[in-house]
């Protein structure tokens, strides 16, 4: 069978920037890259005026654009009965461009996870998830081409960074999957998209202004957004902590998920090479600081790794650095490890993880495994299904 490191993905994925953090994660040949075409989701309501403006169209036509796209999920100018007929395709080519359609999807667990593969405007892949639970509908998405993070036990960071992608580009992600529970594709009949999480590829943080972009527009009552709370969003970073530092700034209630995967600097700076940069004490300083400005609890999330970061030391000084800060501020996320074919880094025994869990639980750390849909999907900080996705392409072409 094929492996990333042979198969041509013709994914547009170049070799990336890997080293770095923040501004600086990005790859050398990101500017060359070109941008993807400005869509609505991409304009501030006065860019929106003056396009529709030079259009010759009214400004009040552009809310209901807006509500279009926001309330009814519905890009399909042709379908717009308000819209004079002989300005359709115009407002189609000048708001709605095609920014991402699907390749390939998988479904799992009965239907109630739908994974799907999606094209960019340049023939980059990017991947999003859709899983339905008893009590909320969570879309995993992505904010970047592949990851500049590097880090050596996941599919996605040996891509590298191809680009960051546009808010547009990520809030369609959103419309998409919010269409889909409209129109009854998950089983069960119609139901809402509750939760997003940015899990998907790439380091959100490392896409401030795009991210912050989708986020607003994803927590804003339509017309203006989605209409989801922003406590139902969940960001998740590999701690770049510049950017942790101006979320708070941001006043807004979203959830912060921290992948640290060791407890100790030694070890971080192999699993994650981000942690030269910003080290744990660094990264628990800004997770706990936002738990203070939010009052949100912090998710640390935590890949299990056989003989590497799951025993019971680990689970030790874990427990003691996050009681360090306090009672009840985190909850910690071991997800048993979706291993890389060739990779010395592989799933926990079963009967390590139940220790993990339980030292945990005894030093009154809230802590709970994910289930195997979480693991499969959400992989190490959530972008190891890249792999998957591209060897299914390989065995269907
Ligand atoms: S584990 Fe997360 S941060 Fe690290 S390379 Fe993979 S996607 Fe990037």
Same mark, same amino acid.
């Given at each position: 069978m094929a492996t990333l490191d042979t198969l =041509? /993905?013709?994914?547009?994925? *170049? +070799? &990336? &920037?890997? #080293? &770095?953090?923040?501004? =600086?994660? /990005?790859?050398?040949?990101h500017s060359r890259r070109g941008k993807a075409p400005l869509h609505l989701a991409d304009m501030s309501d006065d860019e929106r005026k003056n396009v529709a403006r030079e259009l &010759?169209? %009214?400004?009040?036509r552009v809310k209901q654009l807006a509500q279009h796209y926001f309330? #009814?999920?519905? *890009? +399909?100018?042709? *379908?717009? *009965? +308000?819209? %004079?007929s002989n300005l359709r395709e115009t407002v189609q080519k000048s708001f709605f461009p095609t920014l991402i359609e699907p390749l390939l999807e998988q479904e799992a667990d009965n239907g109630e996870t739908i994974k799907t593969l999606w094209k960019l405007f340049d023939n980059s892949r990017i991947e999003s998830v859709l899983m339905k639970y008893p009590k909320r509908v969570t879309l995993c998405i992505s904010s970047?081409?592949?990851?500049?993070? +590097?880090? %050596?036990?996941c599919a996605t960071g040996r891509l590298g960074l191809t680009r960051n992608m546009s808010a547009g580009e990520i809030l369609e992600q959103v419309r998409i999957a919010a269409l889909q529970c409209e129109e009854g594709k998950l089983p069960g009949g119609p139901t809402r998209l509750s939760n997003i999480v940015f899990m998907g590829m790439g380091e959100a943080l490392g896409n401030y202004k795009a991210m912050m972009k989708a986020i607003r527009q994803i927590s804003t009552l339509p017309p203006e957004g989605f209409g989801i709370s922003a406590r139902n969003i969940t960001l998740s970073t590999v701690g770049v902590v510049p950017g942790i530092r101006k979320l708070i700034d941001e006043h807004i209630p979203i959830r912060l998920a921290v992948? /640290?995967?060791?407890?100790s600097d030694d070890l971080r700076d192999e699993l994650v090479p981000m942690n030269k940069r910003f080290n744990t004490t660094q990264v628990l300083d800004a997770a706990h600081d936002y738990y203070a400005a939010t009052k949100r609890r912090v998710s640390i999330e935590y890949a299990l790794m056989k003989g590497i970061n799951d025993q019971a030391e680990h689970a030790r000084l874990l427990a003691k650095r996050l009681n360090h800060y306090g009672d009840d501020w985190v909850h910690v996320n071991p997800i048993p490890l979706n291993p890389i074919e060739g990779s010395r880094w592989t799933a926990s025994k079963p009967e390590d993880e139940a220790q993990f869990i339980e030292i945990l639980h005894n030093a009154g750390i809230s802590a709970t495994l994910r289930d195997t849909r979480g693991s499969d999907i959400d992989g190490a900080c959530g972008q190891l299904a890249a792999k998957e996705l591209a060897e299914d392409l390989v065995r269907r072409s």
């Amino acid at each position: 069978m094929a492996t990333l490191d042979t198969l =041509d /993905l013709g994914s547009g994925i *170049t +070799d &990336g &920037g890997t #080293h &770095g953090a923040f501004r =600086d994660v /990005l790859a050398k040949n990101h500017s060359r890259r070109g941008k993807a075409p400005l869509h609505l989701a991409d304009m501030s309501d006065d860019e929106r005026k003056n396009v529709a403006r030079e259009l &010759g169209m %009214p400004a009040f036509r552009v809310k209901q654009l807006a509500q279009h796209y926001f309330a #009814h999920y519905n *890009t +399909d100018v042709a *379908t717009y *009965t +308000d819209f %004079p007929s002989n300005l359709r395709e115009t407002v189609q080519k000048s708001f709605f461009p095609t920014l991402i359609e699907p390749l390939l999807e998988q479904e799992a667990d009965n239907g109630e996870t739908i994974k799907t593969l999606w094209k960019l405007f340049d023939n980059s892949r990017i991947e999003s998830v859709l899983m339905k639970y008893p009590k909320r509908v969570t879309l995993c998405i992505s904010s970047q081409v592949g990851c500049g993070m +590097d880090c %050596p036990f996941c599919a996605t960071g040996r891509l590298g960074l191809t680009r960051n992608m546009s808010a547009g580009e990520i809030l369609e992600q959103v419309r998409i999957a919010a269409l889909q529970c409209e129109e009854g594709k998950l089983p069960g009949g119609p139901t809402r998209l509750s939760n997003i999480v940015f899990m998907g590829m790439g380091e959100a943080l490392g896409n401030y202004k795009a991210m912050m972009k989708a986020i607003r527009q994803i927590s804003t009552l339509p017309p203006e957004g989605f209409g989801i709370s922003a406590r139902n969003i969940t960001l998740s970073t590999v701690g770049v902590v510049p950017g942790i530092r101006k979320l708070i700034d941001e006043h807004i209630p979203i959830r912060l998920a921290v992948s /640290l995967h060791a407890p100790s600097d030694d070890l971080r700076d192999e699993l994650v090479p981000m942690n030269k940069r910003f080290n744990t004490t660094q990264v628990l300083d800004a997770a706990h600081d936002y738990y203070a400005a939010t009052k949100r609890r912090v998710s640390i999330e935590y890949a299990l790794m056989k003989g590497i970061n799951d025993q019971a030391e680990h689970a030790r000084l874990l427990a003691k650095r996050l009681n360090h800060y306090g009672d009840d501020w985190v909850h910690v996320n071991p997800i048993p490890l979706n291993p890389i074919e060739g990779s010395r880094w592989t799933a926990s025994k079963p009967e390590d993880e139940a220790q993990f869990i339980e030292i945990l639980h005894n030093a009154g750390i809230s802590a709970t495994l994910r289930d195997t849909r979480g693991s499969d999907i959400d992989g190490a900080c959530g972008q190891l299904a890249a792999k998957e996705l591209a060897e299914d392409l390989v065995r269907r072409s």
